[in-house]
Structures are given as structure tokens and as C-alpha cells.
């Protein structure tokens, strides 16, 4: 059996923050300046009462109503930082509210944005191994809930939403449609993007409800998510070249091979940077984001949705794929369009 | 990168009118010198002198020519 990616789709949650709502709350950046840096015109952010898992149902009963049988699937792979409980797995909940079959293998992994990635990984290995012929890969976060809205550095930058790609298996054929990858986690960096309290380490309390300002004018407590744009651009700068020589290096194949750059849409000033650092051509390295921001593990498949309704994804083509951020973690694959 | 290439550069990185820097300003005395800032001086780094620096070189960075001196500086990477 050979994994490939049949189908994709995603949802977006109604409520929009659009940029000029943002530059009016924080004056001291202008809207020229927030679009020139994240190329994000609108993020969408989630109801209070909806969670990261209504936004996966939302963007799964998209790919069944698209001509998909929900009776079909094998595995359920659900990847989110944002669960609805500690316990039970999300995916058992989703698996009930799809319908999809109680045979079926579901589970959660908490990665961020190359969770898409990881979660390919994961997929190509249940189908390749004959424990599932279709699995269902969902990513789902609501950062917002996370965020503090006096906190700019973030709240400019991330959206909620949901996506959902089917993997089926097929009869093997001559290249891997799926693969090879590239992994790489290091720990050392965890403190760079994090919501520190809230977990069994850390328990949510008053002392860590405490809000502070940092230097940039930014407010957060511990409950809220940090990031350390500079340290995660580093670690962006350091780690994502050398993990996109070491796919071309092991699949044989140059960047004329290439038909399409699909990397983790984090912001455009940082995809430029990348783009050029690795001498990349613009036509086909391809970003969208403006209409939804980062939306983490989201962000590569609805890049891939797009790219495919415009036609940039006929069979036959190469797409690159980098996912890299919190953990820190990062992954790199290629995936060739069936 | 001439020392006259990397001021524009920066003029333009801090919204600031050509010729404005001199690059003896120090870096706290730069309204525009905030947390974007010194990631768009990273990405500067990066794809004008193919150089990735660390926060924490850019830290101990006290004035603009100080940010010069890592760009150019042939032990970083």
C-alpha cells in the first residue's frame, strides 16, 4: 500500500479580527506596518464556547460532504494543543460525534505547527504498515483562548481554525507519494513558545494569574501563551535550511524538482526571510495566510486547499512541506499530488 | 555590506528618513527599536550578510554601529 493525500478541507470560525481593529487597540503599530510584517489582513478566533474540536467537526463534515463516507475511516488522528478536557482523547469524542465506525484507531497528539507534518508521518505509517487503508488527519487549534488581548506580539499573528485531509492507501507504485521526511525536535528551546501554567507542572493559581509587562508593552500572566519572537526565529533561521538541504539530500532531487514551497505559514516576514535565505524562486513559494493568519497546525493543509483551487496541484506534482515551531519541533516532507 | 548599505537598511527597518542615522545613536534611545525591530534586524542579518544571529547577540548590542559589528563580524554564523 501506498499513502497519498486524497482530499483536504477547512473551516474558519465566524468571528473576524481584522488589522485595522488591531492598529486601532495598539497605536504605536499602523496597519501598513502589522500587514508588512505578518502579511495578515484577518484572523479568524473561535466563540467562547467553541472549541477547537467544533472547528475539526466543522472542517470533517466539509470533507464527507465533499463525497466521502464517514463509515470508511479507519483512523482518526486529531492534532491539538488545545483539547477540550485533560481527559478522555479529544478524537474519542470526535470519533462518536463523526460517526465514524467504533473499529476505528483514534487518538490525539499534541504538536503545533509541523504537526501537520508529524501527523502525514503518522498516517503513511498506519496505512503502509495495513492498519488502515483512510485515515483521517485533523488539526484543530484556538490559540486565542490563550491569549491576552493586551498582548500584540501574538494576538497579531494567530488565528483558530480547523483543517481535515484524507489519506487513503492505493496499490503501490513506483515513487512514494508520501515521504521521505525529515524530523527534528529540540527541547532546550521549550521556553520559547509556551503557555507556562495550566498543566500538572505548573497549576493554574492566583500567583499565576498575575499579569506583567514586558519591555515592548505587551501584558500576559503565566496563563496566557509566550513567545519569544526572536529566539523562535533563530531557532527558524538555524533549524528549517538545514532540514530542507537534508530532504533534498535523501530524496535525490534538487530545487528545479520541485513544483511548490508549502512551508508553516507563521508570518510573511519570516516566509520571506526563509525564501531568500535558501534562494528560493517567488513563483513557487506560496504563502496564504492574509484571510487567517498562523493558525498553527492548520496552516500548511489550508495553504495546500488553496493551492489546489487555483489549480497549482495537478497529479504528478512535487510540494515541499516544512512545519517548524513549538516544542521546538519541526518536520519536512515530500508529498507528490495524486 | 558597506557601513553606508547596512545604515539605509536600517533607516528603512526603523521607518527612519535617509541619512538620519549616524550610527552612534544608542539602540534604547530608538523609539522604533522594539521587539519587531530587532526580528527585522535578524531577517536583515540573514538575507543581507547571511549571518543568523542569537537574541541574546543582539542584546548586548549597546548602539547601531554595535548591530554593524555583528553583521559583520567573521567568527558569528
Known amino acids: ?227 519569544d519572537g526572536a529566539a523562535v526565529f533563530e531557532f527558524t533561521l538555524r533549524a528549517v535550511p538545514e532540514a530542507f538541504h537534508q530532504l533534498l539530500d535523501r530524496a535525490g532531487k534538487t530545487v528545479d524538482d520541485i513544483d511548490l514551497f508549502v512551508f508553516h505559514q507563521a508570518n510573511k516576514y519570516m516566509l520571506d526571510t526563509l525564501r531568500i535565505a535558501l534562494d528560493l524562486p517567488k513563483e513557487k513559494f506560496y504563502i496564504a495566510m492574509r484571510h487567517c493568519g498562523n493558525t498553527v497546525s492548520s496552516t500548511i493543509p489550508i495553504a495546500l486547499s488553496h493551492a489546489l483551487a487555483e489549480g497549482r496541484l495537478e497529479p504528478g506534482k512535487t510540494v515541499m512541506l516544512a512545519g517548524f515551531g513549538v516544542g521546538l519541533s519541526w518536520g519536512s516532507a515530500l508529498i507528490r499530488w495524486a | 555590506m558597506t557601513r553606508g548599505e547596512f545604515l539605509l537598511s536600517m533607516e528603512e527597518l526603523l521607518e527612519l528618513q535617509p541619512g538620519e542615522l549616524k550610527g552612534t545613536e544608542k539602540l534604547s534611545d530608538l523609539e522604533a527599536w522594539d521587539s519587531l525591530a530587532v526580528v527585522s534586524f535578524m531577517g536583515l542579518a540573514r538575507t543581507k550578510a547571511g549571518k543568523t544571529l542569537s537574541p541574546k547577540n543582539i542584546a548586548s548590542s549597546e548602539c547601531v554601529d554595535d548591530l554593524f559589528a555583528l553583521v559583520n563580524d567573521p567568527v558569528l554564523s
Open chain 1, 1 to 227: 500500500m501506498q499513502a497519498f493525500i486524497r482530499a483536504i478541507e477547512y473551516h474558519l470560525p465566524e468571528t473576524v479580527l481584522a488589522t485595522a481593529e488591531l492598529a486601532a487597540q495598539f497605536p504605536e503599530w499602523s496597519v501598513e506596518k502589522i500587514d508588512r510584517k505578518t502579511g495578515i489582513a484577518e484572523r479568524h478566533i473561535a466563540a467562547p464556547d467553541e472549541c477547537a474540536s467544533d472547528l475539526a467537526f466543522a472542517a470533517a463534515r466539509k470533507l464527507f460532504a465533499s463525497g466521502f463516507d464517514p463509515s470508511e475511516i479507519d483512523a482518526l488522528l486529531l492534532c491539538t494543543q488545545s483539547p477540550d478536557y485533560f481527559l478522555p482523547t479529544t478524537a474519542c469524542l470526535l470519533q462518536h460525534r463523526l460517526g465514524l465506525p467504533t473499529r476505528a484507531f483514534a487518538m490525539d497528539f499534541n504538536q503545533g505547527c509541523s504537526g501537520f507534518v508529524y501527523g502525514l508521518g503518522l498516517a503513511k505509517g498506519l496505512i503502509e504498515t495495513g492498519q488502515a487503508k483512510r485515515v483521517l488527519l485533523l488539526t484543530a487549534e484556538t490559540y486565542s483562548k490563550y491569549i491576552h488581548p493586551l498582548d500584540k506580539s501574538v494576538r497579531t499573528i494567530f488565528g483558530d481554525a480547523a483543517a481535515a485531509t484524507l489519506i487513503e492507501g492505493r496499490e503501490s507504485g513506483a515513487e512514494a507519494l508520501i515521504g521521505p521526511f525529515v524530523w527534528g525536535t529540540d527541547g532546550s528551546g521549550a521556553n520559547h513558545l509556551m503557555v507556562p501554567a495550566g498543566g500538572a507542572r505548573c497549576p493554574r493559581s492566583s500567583e499565576t494569574a498575575a499579569e506583567i509587562q514586558d519591555d515592548s508593552g505587551n501584558c500576559r500572566s503565566r496563563n496566557n501563551l509566550f513567545m
